[in-house]
T-cell receptor
C-alpha cells in the first residue's frame, strides 16, 4: 500500500539554526508532492509543491524542498528558522494511478523553536 | 480570490446523536471538494471527495456520509455518532483533480 513517512515526530531547533524535515514515500511513479504547515487549531497552509521540472522548489516563508527520485524523498529545508515557524508540518503525496487526485499524508512533524 | 468556510468551529456532541458539518467555497465554480479527519496525534485521513454536484466518493467505510447539494457546498453527516468520531475535520477544495488542495479552518468535534 502507498505510504508517506515522516520519521521525526518532534524536532527542536534554536532560532536562527537551519532546519531539515524528512519525508519519504513508497510509490513507483513520480508523484505530486506537497508540504503543508498547520498552526495549533488551524487549517493547513500550503508551503510548496512539486509536480515536475526542477527538483528544487521554493515555497513561502523562506522554505524550500528537494525531490530526490533515487531516495524517494522530498525533504523540507529552511536555512534560518524563526520563532514563528513553530508549528506542525505535513508532507503529502498524490501518487497518481488509482490514487489519482487523492492526497496521502504523513503523520506530521512538530517543530519547536527555542529562543 | 477564493475562500473556504467551515462551521461550526467547535462542536461537542453526545454519543448516538446526529452530526452535520458544513463547508462552503466562494470565488470559484465546480471545485473538487474533500473531507478529511485528523485524529489526535495522527495525520490526515481522506474521508470523502466530490468532483461535482451529487457525486460523492467514499474512501473509508464508517458511519459518516457526505453530500453535495450545491456546487460549492459540501456537508458531512452522521445519524449516530461514535466516540471514535472525535477529531478535527477539515474541508478542502481544488480546481481540478491533482491540483493543489486548499484547506478550510476546520471543525473540532468532541463526542462524549
Amino acid at each position: 500500500a502507498q505510504s508517506v513517512t515522516q520519521p521525526d515526530i518532534h524536532i527542536t531547533v534554536s532560532e536562527g539554526a537551519s532546519l531539515e524535515l524528512r519525508c519519504n514515500y513508497s510509490y513507483g511513479a513520480t508523484p505530486y508532492l506537497f508540504w503543508y504547515v498547520q498552526s495549533p487549531g488551524q487549517g493547513l497552509q500550503l508551503l510548496l509543491k512539486y509536480f515536475s521540472g526542477d527538483t528544487l522548489v521554493q515555497g513561502i516563508k523562506g522554505f524550500e524542498a528537494e525531490f530526490k527520485r533515487s531516495q524517494s524523498s522530498f525533504n523540507l529545508r529552511k536555512p534560518s528558522v524563526h520563532w514563528s515557524d513553530a508549528a506542525e508540518y505535513f508532507c503529502a503525496v498524490d501518487a497518481g494511478g488509482t490514487s489519482y487526485g487523492k492526497l496521502t499524508f504523513g503523520q506530521g512533524t512538530i517543530l519547536t523553536v527555542h529562543p | 480570490s477564493q475562500t473556504i468556510h467551515q462551521w461550526p468551529a467547535t462542536l461537542v456532541q453526545p454519543v448516538g446523536s446526529p452530526l452535520s458539518l458544513e463547508c462552503t467555497v466562494e470565488g470559484t465554480s465546480n471545485p473538487n471538494l474533500y473531507w478529511y479527519r485528523q485524529a489526535a496525534g495522527r495525520g490526515l485521513q481522506l474521508l470523502f471527495y466530490s468532483v461535482g454536484i451529487g457525486q460523492i466518493s467514499s474512501e473509508v467505510p464508517q458511519n459518516l456520509s457526505a453530500s453535495r447539494p450545491q456546487d460549492r457546498q459540501f456537508i458531512l453527516s452522521s445519524k449516530k455518532l461514535l466516540l471514535s468520531d472525535s477529531g478535527f475535520y477539515l474541508c478542502a477544495w481544488s480546481l481540478g483533480t491533482r491540483d493543489t488542495q486548499y484547506f478550510g479552518p476546520g471543525t473540532r468535534l468532541t463526542v462524549l
